[in-house]
């Protein structure tokens, strides 16, 4: 589960859900930006960041649509369909640790969200090596209600408990909550156009960019047309 000089190295599981039903609190206010290419584009940037980051060795992607599995494959993560049966996004996120696990019996798991285009990879580098240091770790959403990251180091199960207001849920079930100033890339997820706004003050990555088509930010919601 270590790197060569003893950094702990992590995969990476990321749901995604079919593009088309992706993103639905931005829909009436997003104006002339479709939410499908909106949610390609978050996942997009999400992903390609957290490959850069010097702690994650892989990135897991669990999705059932086509166009998102393409391009995020074309990126290098690997790609594995959503699990049959149902069972939501806490199934496919236990789905994606389980084959990561079996895959890589001895590497650290971790869940990160596909909507954040903000995604800086030291940031990221910084909640995994605190991570590290507990056998499941949380990091709470910039609303303090949910969670965009959670985390089990090797033999530890990753029993994500997501939708909803996840931090109490994951906070309650043993997991440590990570409490880090200057990760606001790491809890910055975007559901609604003030989030996406956010977003592009902090930086967002390319494709999020060009999807946003230079939609000014921060500022009062007034519509993104």
């Known amino acids: 589960m270590r790197r060569e000089g003893g950094d702990v190295v992590w995969t990476l599981v990321v749901p995604v859900k079919p593009l088309a039903l992706a993103k639905s609190r931005l829909a009436g206010s997003t104006g ?14 999400t992903v ?7 702690a994650v060795r892989d990135v897991v992607v669990v999705t059932d649509d086509r166009r998102a599995g393409a391009e995020l494959a074309a990126l290098g993560a690997w790609v ?4 049959t049966g149902g ?4 199934g496919a996120l236990a789905h994606g640790a389980h084959t990561a696990r079996t895959r890589w019996p001895h590497t650290g798991v971790a869940t990160l969200n596909a909507d954040l285009p903000a995604l800086r990879p030291a940031e990221l580098g910084r909640v995994l090596d605190s991570a590290a240091e507990f056998p499941r770790a949380f990091l709470a959403d910039a609303a303090g209600i949910g969670t ?4 089990a180091t090797a ?24 409490e ?25 990555g390319p494709h999020t960019a060009a999807a946003a088509g230079g939609l000014a930010a921060p500022g009062p919601a007034v519509g993104l047309d």
Not at 32 to 45: E, M, N, Q, S, V
Not at 148 to 151: A, E, G, I, V
Not at 180 to 204: F, K, N
Request: charged residues 25%; hydrophobic residues 40%; aromatic residues 2%.
């Open 32 to 45: 002339r930006l479709p939410r499908p290419t909106l949610a390609l584009a978050f996942a997009l940037d």
């Open 48 to 54: 390609g960041a957290a490959l850069t980051c010097r």
């Open 80 to 83: 594995l369909p959503e699990p």
């Open 87 to 90: 069972g939501g996004l806490n």
């Open 148 to 151: 965009t990251l959670l985390s």
């Open 155 to 178: 033999g530890n199960e990753l029993a994500p408990a997501f939708e909803g207001r996840s931090r109490a849920r994951h906070r309650a079930s043993g997991a440590r909550e990570i």
């Open 180 to 204: 880090l100033a200057g990760v606001d890339s790491v809890r910055q997820d975007v559901d609604t156009e003030q989030d996406l706004r956010t977003a592009l003050a902090l930086g967002v």
